[in-house]
């Protein structure tokens, strides 16, 4: 396959950017969309050019490292799939493809494709945990968790923390993210304690970064990798407003 | 040096009762003046962490990736293991024991594995209050499945991502102790250097992947949790950014390596599909249950599957292991593939691969029944080849994945230095020379959560570290070493990419030092790597430069510690003249290909010091003594 490639270049943050235009003249449709860009940063630094620093990790799929939004759709086209398992395959011979980063403020440029998700670490050490010390935990069985339940906490747990739904989103919320976190441990007893509480501090933690509203627009349901279902945001929603209103 | 693991004496089911009591303690008002340096965030790092947090200890932790939860335990896939006996199927702690001291070919050191049984345990319990999503029965209780080299069903797992989950219950009481101030966390900082003050591990230099500053951080106590080495094969199941840099560089600060060569290489894995090849992607044993695995009978055969006949298929596992089948153990079905490759008749691109046939499983059971077990394996398999595994068979081929060698740890987890801990995969414990399916999940967690929190205070409570700055004159002297590295790395300006030299470097393991082994094939790789590297160092071409982002530096740094580590990797192969688990010596097999163990002579770990540059390492050996269980031989016959 032929390809062009525009890739946006900036060299640190708060620095200025451009899309920077390259010729892929050789590339097979079985490699993954970061091999292609391996092989372009191969060329490059053959060439003494900088290569293009984009985050990647694990490449299966579940790290939530690897970011790029990809003509336009973060992850690029294939739905419930991460840039790293997305192969070439998917785009036509002699197409060319706009390679972006991830876009929010609150995701600011590190360089070139490599953005800066700290916030959402940020919001996760505001609550989204269950507040157990290591050790004298009771059997694990003492607490039975129905199966439904279960799968419902597992469906939100399965969340990689890449960030795409906040690429995606024209307002650039977190909200599928948060509600992800608040949702799993909703669904098991173990959360039940911190709920309140959780959801309340989670949220105050977005709102200091610099995401914006949720305005119903599922954008970020549409490309999450790991298919969380837009009904997280309901359940942050009501988790939020329920105690929002006890604390009031 | 000297090897004192410090195994406490009595009754293997009393050891660790023993020694926990007589250990010294900590007065929890002192616990905040130590302070502790965790490298890695992930099971084995990130539980440590988050528990010598809770305890009071200041704690430093240091990753890599842009976030904690990023380490490599994410993709573990299968499950963990512990003997909870649930099932009510005759588990017990004694078993596990077992079972891991013989999957591991008895090159395990029995207390400590007999304690990883005690804990796995604790460690459900623990994961479960944490809110793990573990899967459960309709009746709310806990499910299990069975893995591979048991036969009792003590496997607990979260769909076909219990990696992820254990990590982001780990990640998420890591966070908690963020919050509060208990942990300070540098995400996107590399270790590059272990400080040694006094014989004491007090501190590490490390770079700033973001900036490019090089810092130094001091401690009473270092704690590596760097994972493994498979990445020396460049092709590996490890994530890209999995390196051998902070145990190979403690390795020449004095920590003593044990075991290199052990490395395990897993049978299922989607085959390279070129030379663009970046890293190999693992499709889970369990495919083994209903898939059969063929070669064509004859040479050079590439015709369709579909077309080739059952007359002239060798369905080669099923032949040679009747009673196993597709089912053979992991060291022994790899070694098969590669045997049918090697014979000319591997199949698809370069015939690296072999069939893995799910035509009689689906005429047997019904393509519903094979899509409820593997459908999401398939839709995985079918998303990065194109084939449909429904209709044609898949493709598979064995892969590095899991290295059981690491560096020497006592019975506290700490090496040969003395303050420098190390845990999970980067240590040598427990697994011997083969490691068993969701066991190394139960191990990053069983030292994190419960053996390290006890055993590092016993450290600070016996050594009582003296105060120590980055003032200090050895602070300076490691970290002008390291930065004369990089201006070295940068001022070569050859010709090559770090990567090319990686690459190069990845072929002559896999095919010298990889899955089968003789003196003559580790002969050439310790000729060509002392030259490969001398190469790295006349003709790499790092661009940009060192106060910036720059992937091109961190690469060519661990490109530069694997072509010194692969030496020692091939050295401690080539003297372990036996074959043994995941290391197999052609000359050392029975008549029918099966390895042979020697235990009159190798019953022992064997330990690396570092003696200097250009200077041959000096061998150690820790013998291992087996009270509890009876050396064997495996048969899977």
């Known amino acids: ?14 620095e200025a950017g451009r899309m920077e235009s390259h010729e892929l003249p050789d590339v097979s449709p079985d490699m993954s969309f970061l091999e292609m860009l391996d092989i372009l940063n191969e060329r490059l ?32 086209p294939m739905r419930a799939t991460t840039t790293c398992q997305l192969h070439m395959r998917s785009f036509a011979d002699g197409a060319t493809i706009d390679v972006e980063p991830f876009r929010a403020s609150a995701f600011p440029v590190v360089k070139d494709l490599c953005v800066d998700r700290g916030a959402f670490d940020r919001i996760q050490a505001a609550g989204g945990f269950v507040s157990v010390n290591t050790g004298g935990a009771p059997d694990a069985n003492a607490i039975p968790v129905g199966k439904l339940e279960a799968d419902l906490a597992m469906d939100a747990a399965a969340c990689i923390g890449c960030g795409a739904c906040v690429a995606a989103c024209p307002n650039a919320s977190a909200m599928l993210f948060v509600g992800a976190k608040v949702s799993h441990l909703a669904h098991l007893p173990q959360g039940q304690p911190e709920r309140q509480q959780r959801a309340l501090a989670m949220v105050e933690a977005m709102d200091a970064e610099d995401f914006g509203n949720c305005r119903n627009i599922y954008e970020c349901e549409a490309v999450c990798p790991k298919e969380i279902r837009r009904r997280v945001i309901a359940e942050l929603n009501r988790d939020y407003i329920k105690s929002a209103l006890r604390e009031a | 040096m000297k090897l004192e693991s410090g195994i406490p004496d009595g009754p293997i089911q009393h050891k660790w009762d023993k020694h926990r009591f007589e250990m010294k303690l900590v007065n929890p008002a002192n616990k905040r003046r130590f302070r502790v340096l965790v490298v890695g965030s992930g099971l084995a790092g990130g539980s440590a962490a988050a528990s010598l947090a809770e305890l009071g200890y200041e704690v430093l932790c240091f990753c890599f990736q842009d976030s904690p939860r990023r380490a490599h335990s994410i993709a573990a896939q299968g499950g963990i293991n512990a003997a909870k006996n649930y099932q009510n199927d005759g588990d017990s702690v004694q078993r596990l024991f077992y079972d891991t001291v013989k999957g591991g070919d008895f090159r395990s050191r029995e207390a400590g594995v007999y304690r990883l049984a005690q804990v796995s345990a604790a460690i459900i319990d623990q994961c479960v209050a944490q809110g793990v999503p573990f899967a459960r029965e309709y009746g709310g209780q806990l499910a299990n499945r069975s893995f591979g080299g048991a036969q009792v069903s003590r496997t607990f797992y979260a769909r076909g991502q219990t990696g992820q989950q254990l990590l982001l219950g780990c990640y998420a009481a890591l966070s908690r102790q963020i919050g509060l101030g208990a942990v300070k966390m540098f995400p996107r900082t590399e270790l590059l250097d272990v400080v040694i003050v006094d014989g004491k591990a007090r501190g590490i230099v490390t770079r700033n992947l973001v900036s490019g500053a090089i810092e130094s951080f001091a401690g009473d106590a270092v704690v590596l949790a760097t994972g493994g080495y498979s990445n020396v094969f460049y092709l590996s199941t490890n994530a890209k950014g999995c390196n051998v840099t902070a145990t190979w560089r403690a390795h020449k600060r004095g920590a003593g390596f044990a075991n290199p060569c052990y490395t395990q290489i897993h049978p299922t894995c989607i085959p390279q599909s070129g030379e663009h090849q970046s890293k190999l992607t693992l499709m889970s044993e369990s495919l083994r249950n209903d898939g059969r695995v063929w070669v064509p009978k004859a040479q050079g055969d590439t015709r369709n599957p579909a077309a080739i006949p059952d007359a002239e298929r060798d369905y080669y596992l099923e032949r040679k292991y009747p009673s ?14 590669k045997e049918a490759c090697d014979g000319g008749r591997g199949i698809g691109p370069g015939g690296r691969g072999v069939y893995l046939d799910f035509r009689d499983a689906i005429q047997r059971l019904g393509r519903p029944v094979i899509g409820q077990r593997y459908g999401n394996l398939f839709e995985m398999y079918q998303r990065i080849t194109d084939e449909d595994p429904y209709e044609v068979p898949m493709r598979i081929y064995p892969a590095p994945h899991y290295t059981m060698g690491g560096l020497w ?38 030292d994190g959560y419960f053996v390290l929190p006890y055993t590092i205070g016993h450290y600070f409570a016996t050594s009582r570290p003296a105060p120590v700055t980055t003032d200090h004159a050895e602070f300076k002297r490691v970290r002008s070493e390291v930065e004369e590295r990089i201006r070295r790395m940068l001022s070569a300006r050859g010709k090559r990419t770090p990567d090319s030299f990686h690459r190069e470097l990845g072929r002559l393991m896999w095919n010298h030092c990889g899955m089968a082994r003789s003196a003559a094939s580790l002969r050439e790789v310790l000729e060509r790597v002392p030259a490969l590297r001398e190469e790295f160092w006349r003709d790499v071409r790092v661009v940009g430069g060192q106060t910036e982002m720059n992937t091109a530096l961190e690469q060519a740094g661990r490109v530069a510690d694997f072509l010194e580590f692969a030496e020692l990797m091939a050295r401690d192969a080539l003297v372990r003249d036996e074959s043994c688990g995941g290391h197999f010596r052609e000359e ?50």
């Open chain 2, 324 to 337: 196993f089948g597709n089912l053979a153990p992991r060291d022994i079905a790899s070694r098969s593939a």
């Open chain 1, 45 to 76: 630094q053959d060439q003494g050019k900088e290569p293009v620093a984009f985050d990647h990790d694990c490449r299966e799929g579940i790290c939530g490292m690897c970011s790029l939004v990809i003509d336009g759709v973060a992850h690029g």
């Open chain 2, 409 to 446: 740890v006592d019975y506290n987890l700490m090496s040969t230095v003395p303050g420098l801990h190390v845990i999970g995969e980067a240590n040598f414990s427990d697994h011997g020379a083969n490691r068993l399916g969701a066991s190394a999940l139960m191990q990053g967690l069983a």
């Open chain 1, 1 to 14: 396959m032929k390809l062009t490639l525009r890739i946006w270049r900036q060299k640190g943050p708060g």
């Open chain 2, 588 to 637: 050392h097999q029975t008549p029918d290909g099966e390895a042979r163990r020697d235990d009159e002579r190798f019953c022992h770990a064997t330990v690396w010091e570092h003696t200097g540059e250009g200077s041959a390492p000096r061998e150690h050996r820790e013998p291992l003594v087996f009270e509890n269980v009876h050396l064997a031989t495996r048969s899977y016959k």
